[in-house]
């Protein structure tokens, strides 16, 4: 398949070129600012906002007192006041409904704008000699805890100065801080027990499309943090939020404009004691592999593109052509098809085992402008960045295969035993547009582009025993390459405006598209076998090693190509109505279209038995020089015959499209029933439209066509002025995957259990009950803890339902998730002066859930007491984040330590009554330490897995004196060492 870049190559131009034209225009505006300065005039900026709510205060005037100068706030409750002299000066701020406030003193100086964030209270404030250095950013921790408390949901957040100090480089390993929350695989989050299918991703507020064929949700870790400002996961339900969650609803949002002009400039280099400088396996690959892409290198062979309509001419499942006199054909065509085959064998390129290199050390950059420009005396925000990183990785470690053979056995039996070795290649790298232009007062507009590029190279290598399938003595050997190439780029436009009267209209227009594509994704696997043979002059017997392929015990060597692609639009609007200063309604309404094609072809070698050699299995695939002739009763039989040969297995049903359209209105009232009591209700109707199907005429298509109902209430009790009593009762649902919906039979590509759709699949139906008590001590400072519960309805399960242990997507009747969470952050000063500028944080989840097994599963457990119920997958019992640090603003030194660690949690269902795979807990320390010199740049050292803990699957320990290992690999320690310089 051949990779269209011309769309994104354009894109990637109208980037670069929104970049130069940026940093131009930023030296044309130093330009213009020195001269302002020599001028002796500054500009005093802030944000005034009401003192109970949190809410901007659009229209307030504030006024420069003993001067002519002054501002409308705007509908963010922004305003900017130019040409102000330097000096000190007092600022009058009046809005109808409130009371006079007043900022006694002010500096308006040379060295930067001056800041004046104002809260506007019912009653008289007065707020004394006031000199604000710095803006009231989201991105700051104190800032986004000020938020989470005038928030109408129970919400959860990181910001980009967490995750900064945590040294996460992707939101994937941001969100393995966040409470309640886990990561699978690197990728995949679990919010409160519950994995991908319930936990939305947004960026921005939009729903974010997934590459990924087998799920919905997001791989998080295609995120780098470098485009960040805030996570925000919020964990209950109001009715102007997407009904499909039910962990949370995580939201990504990207940096916003700085009132400063910004252009910073990063770089870091890592080394792992396990990975960097030591042998590792892979592939040959494409010249254009650094940059996340496959340039064609992989491309199914131009040959067998041009010729797909002789497929049709050859036999089903067979790797000769015949011609047959009686049969009226032709023979010139028949010699015309065989030297077709002939060419295609010789097409493909014959690499199918790895190579080993060393691995080189791991190597990150970005750079990021931001200025606020004036573009018809109106204010323009623009802010971009560049990511790009690269890592390699090489691991050793251990795969095996176990069953119970019987209710009576005292021990699993063992199927494989096998070494393993990986060598894996990642490239990631991002780009970023962000513009907001304040047409007017009352109206902003903002456009944003992102595009995250990331290619992973893999070879894997096994050997060792394989009983279950051969000999004692026999020794298996495993080949696999592949080539995963993911990308994300969404478009956003929307606008904010305040209409008849104080009305708020928010509206979004949002595009974005995956994809993912597996270009020539290899897999050969063959056993040896040592056999004596006599010598025929010595008659001394010697031992000789065959190797062999055997396509009735292990799949022929195979190679396939996939892609994967989901586009989603969607469109929505809010209206927000004030009733009076704390009281308001809401209406909504949203439409989403995602559509999404999945194809993929399989070629397999045909030839099988003993080999001479893998080097000439794979290279000599040429037509045997004499083809078999026979005649019978008149009757001529000509057939031509291949040393080896590759034939197109691909299956129908395993080609599938599907759409799914969602369609929503809401309406909800945030009401103050006392001065201290808020109740926020409402009600969602959301309709889905859900459909797919595959390219085989023996499957019917899978539809959902249903509208669902989602109320929602909350209670917010103001038990002082940094305290809350949150209560929440909301419905949600869960959708089924396009995959699980599609009734077809599929099997993953290898190696894998059958896995088989269904068309009569339900949606979830969630009940989610949540109550939280936060206590904000201080500006930073947090103490909270959560309890909730979720009922689910319907829930989506993959059951075993056969007897060779393939899966099926099937609804269980009832789940049940329940549990506890507490979080804490606190600067130390309250117990002694000299830990001012220490601090101690973390979170605690505890977390129960249960899911009824099927009786279709129950039946295949050979134990007398069977099994009825499991947890839900990915889910762990405990989490636990502790984190220690210290923040010297003076001297600019940090330092801190990440502690983490998530209790087992399950991670794969085994068959027949063997007990299940729960992924081990690992104690997680992390160091990361940086300090600026000279006031300039930054330098940051970070070690990762200090404790030097392996990952590790294991069978559930149900008595057996030994662990039974599914698998397990080796980490590593990693170091890294970077700077950072804010050129302006």
């Not at 087998?214 to 960040?228: E, F, G, H, R, Y």
């Not at 696997?525 to 017997?541: N, P």
């Not at 080097?615 to 040393?643: C, K, R, S, W």
């Amino acid at each position: 398949m051949k990779h269209n870049l011309t769309i994104f190559t354009n894109l990637k131009l109208y980037f670069t070129a929104f970049v130069v034209f940026s940093i131009i225009a930023s030296f044309q505006t130093v330009s213009a600012n020195d001269s302002k300065y020599a001028e002796g005039t500054s500009t005093i900026i802030g944000k005034v906002v009401d003192s109970e709510t949190g809410e901007p205060i659009i229209g307030a005037t504030v006024q420069v007192d003993s001067t002519n100068l002054g501002a409308f706030t705007d509908l963010d409750g922004n305003f900017r006041i130019k040409k102000v002299p330097f000096g000190y000066y007092s600022l009058s701020v009046s809005s109808v409904g409130y009371e006079k406030a007043f900022v006694a003193t002010i500096v308006v100086t040379a060295d930067q704008k001056t800041v004046a964030n104002i809260l506007m209270h019912p009653t008289i404030y007065e707020a004394n000699d006031i000199t604000v250095k710095e803006k009231a950013l989201i991105n700051t921790e104190a800032m986004l805890l000020k938020q989470r408390q005038n928030a109408n949901e129970i919400t959860d957040a990181i910001s980009s100065e967490e995750i900064s100090r945590s040294g996460s480089s992707d939101a994937a390993e941001a969100m393995s801080k966040v409470t309640g929350a886990t990561v699978v695989g690197g990728q995949y989050v679990t919010i409160r027990g519950m994995g991908d299918r319930y936990a939305q991703a947004k960026l921005n507020g939009s729903v974010l499309p997934s590459p990924d064929p087998d799920k919905q949700s997001v791989p998080m870790d295609m995120i780098p943090t470098a485009l960040l400002d805030n996570i925000i996961v919020e964990k209950s339900f109001t009715p102007d939020k997407p009904g499909d969650f039910g962990g949370g609803s995580v939201n990504l949002a990207t940096k916003d404009y700085p009132e400063d002009r910004t252009l910073t400039f990063s770089s870091s280099f890592g080394y792992n004691d396990v990975s960097t400088f030591n042998n590792m396996l892979t592939q040959e690959g494409s010249s254009t592999d650094w940059l996340g892409y496959d340039n064609g290198f992989r491309d199914i062979p131009d040959y067998v593109i041009d010729n797909q309509d002789k497929e049709d001419e050859m036999i089903e499942g067979k790797s000769f052509v015949r011609y047959q006199s009686g049969n009226g054909m032709d023979y010139d065509s028949v010699v015309s098809l065989a030297s077709y085959v002939e060419n295609v064998n010789e097409s493909f390129r014959p690499e199918m085992i790895p190579t080993i290199k060393e691995a080189p050390m791991n190597s990150s950059y970005s750079v990021s402008y931001g200025d606020l420009h004036s573009l018809f005396d109106r204010p323009l925000g623009i802010v971009s960045s560049l990511s790009y990183s690269r890592k390699f990785s090489a691991t050793e470690g251990f795969r095996g295969k176990y069953r119970l053979s019987g209710a009576a056995a005292t021990a699993l039996s063992t199927d494989a035993a096998l070494n393993e070795q990986t060598g894996k290649e990642d490239v990631l790298w991002s780009g970023f547009m962000n513009l907001k232009y304040g047409i007017h007062t009352n109206h902003k507009l903002g456009f944003s582009y992102t595009r995250t590029q990331n290619g992973e190279s893999s070879a894997r290598y096994l050997d060792g025993e394989f009983t279950e399938h051969l000999d004692p003595g026999q020794t298996l050997f495993t080949n696999a390459l592949s080539y995963k190439e993911r990308e994300i780029n969404v478009f956003q436009f929307n606008g904010e405006h305040i209409v008849l009267g104080q009305n708020r209209l928010h509206w979004n227009i949002s595009n974005a598209d995956s994809r993912q594509d597996e270009p020539d994704a290899r897999f050969f696997t063959y056993y040896e076998d040592t056999i004596m043979v006599e010598d025929e002059d010595s008659g001394d017997l010697y031992p000789v090693v065959k190797q062999i392929l055997a396509e009735s015990r292990f799949r022929n060597p195979q190679r396939m190509w996939r892609d994967i692609n989901e586009d989603k639009i969607d469109y929505s609007a809010d209206l927000t109505i004030p009733i009076s200063r704390t009281n308001k309604i809401k209406f909504g309404y949203l439409y989403q279209n995602t559509d999404r094609t999945y194809n993929e072809k399989i070629y397999r070698y045909t030839v099988d038995g003993t080999i001479a050699s893998i080097e000439n299995y794979l290279t000599n695939v040429g037509m045997i020089d004499d083809p078999y002739m026979a005649v019978y009763q008149g009757d001529t039989t000509i057939q031509f015959n291949y040393y080896n040969s590759i034939l197109n297995l691909s299956e129908p049903q395993n080609q599938y499209y599907g759409y799914k359209k969602i369609s929503a209105f809401y309406g909800m009232l945030e009401f103050a029933l006392t001065s201290r009591l808020n109740i926020i209700g409402g009600l969602r109707a959301e309709k889905t439209d859900m459909f797919s199907e595959t390219e085989s005429d023996k499957y019917e298509p899978g539809t959902i066509k249903q509208t669902d109902y989602l109320p929602s209430i909350g209670l917010i009790f103001k038990t002082n002025t940094n305290m809350n009593l949150r209560a929440s009762y909301g419905k949600t649902l869960a959708r089924p995957t396009f995959k699980e919906l599609t009734p077809a039979t599929s099997q993953s590509f290898g190696v894998g259990r059958e896995f088989v759709g269904n068309n009569e699949i339900k949606m979830t139906a969630i009940d989610m009950y949540d109550l939280r008590w936060e206590w904000f001590l201080r500006p930073g400072e947090i103490l909270a803890i959560s309890g909730f519960y979720k009922n689910l309805t319907n829930p989506i399960e993959h059951s075993i339902q056969f007897v060779n242990g393939g899966i099926k997507a099937v609804n269980s009747d009832n789940a049940e998730v329940y549990g506890a969470e507490v979080e804490f952050r606190r600067t130390l000063d309250h117990i002694s002066p000299a830990l001012t500028n220490f601090q101690l944080g973390g979170n605690i989840a505890i977390i129960k859930s249960s899911v009824k097994i099927s009786d279709e599963e129950a039946s295949f457990d050979v134990n007398t007491d069977k099994q009825t119920e499991r947890p839900l997958e990915g889910q762990s019992p405990y989490v636990v984040n502790l984190d220690f640090g210290y923040n010297n603003r003076n001297t600019g030194s940090t330092i801190s330590l990440f502690y983490n660690i998530s209790g087992e949690r399950l991670a794969y269902n085994a068959e027949k009554g063997t007990p299940d795979v729960y992924e081990q807990p690992r104690n997680q320390l992390d160091l990361i330490a940086s300090q600026v010199l000279f006031g300039g740049p930054k330098f940051k050292l970070t070690v990762k897995n200090i404790l030097n803990e392996n990952s590790e699957f294991i069978h559930d320990d149900v008595g057996f004196a030994n662990d039974y290992y599914f698998k397990y690999h080796e980490i590593g320690t990693s170091y890294s060492f970077g700077v950072s310089y804010n050129i302006w």
